[in-house]
């Protein structure tokens, strides 16, 4: 995480942050309090919620005109949020959390980390299928192989 902070600072122009629905100004407050405490110069930052960048996924597939099986139909900003919300397929998976809360066996829900890959991975489910984009274990979707999550873990 601290890599990418680091290298985040280092690029040029606004480094665009997108969050889940709702959380918006925690998230703003987070980074400027952070920032504040531990760097002598605050990058620019953008927040935006997550929801709004699958609407606008949507929005470019329509306009090429190839909508995927209809996977490209979304009418409002608000369907995507619900599409986002309702997306349960990888709140029980395993693996997902942090290395601290997966010594612990937490549960996912307590773990901003497996939380932001939940959101990530529901967002690449709906995209790849808009785009009729390939998705790929690991990258798209989280491994479902118990044995290589185990493996994984133990490395």
């Given at each position: 995480m601290y890599v990418r902070i680091r290298n985040a600072c280092r690029s040029?122009?606004?480094i665009e942050v997108f969050v889940k629905s709702g959380q918006l100004k925690p998230v703003e407050r987070s980074f400027k309090w952070l920032f504040g405490k531990a760097a002598p110069t605050r990058p620019d930052f953008r927040f935006f919620e997550l929801d709004d960048l699958l609407y606008e996924l949507y929005e470019q597939v329509g306009a090429t005109g190839h909508p995927r099986d209809g996977a490209?139909?979304?009418?409002?900003?608000?369907?995507a949020k619900l599409?986002?919300?309702e997306d349960g397929e990888f709140q029980y998976v395993g693996g997902l959390t942090c290395e601290a809360h997966e010594r612990l066996m937490v549960a996912n829900e307590a773990c901003?980390?497996?939380g932001?890959?939940?959101?990530?991975?529901a967002l690449?489910?709906?995209?790849c299928a808009a785009f009729g984009a390939?998705?790929?274990e690991k990258t798209h979707y989280p491994v479902t192989n118990t044995?290589?999550?185990v493996d994984a873990w133990i490395d």
């Open positions: 040029s122009g606004p490209a139909v979304c009418p409002s900003k608000d369907v599409q986002l919300e901003a980390y497996a932001a890959q939940i959101q990530a991975y690449l489910k709906r995209a390939y998705r790929a044995q290589l999550a």
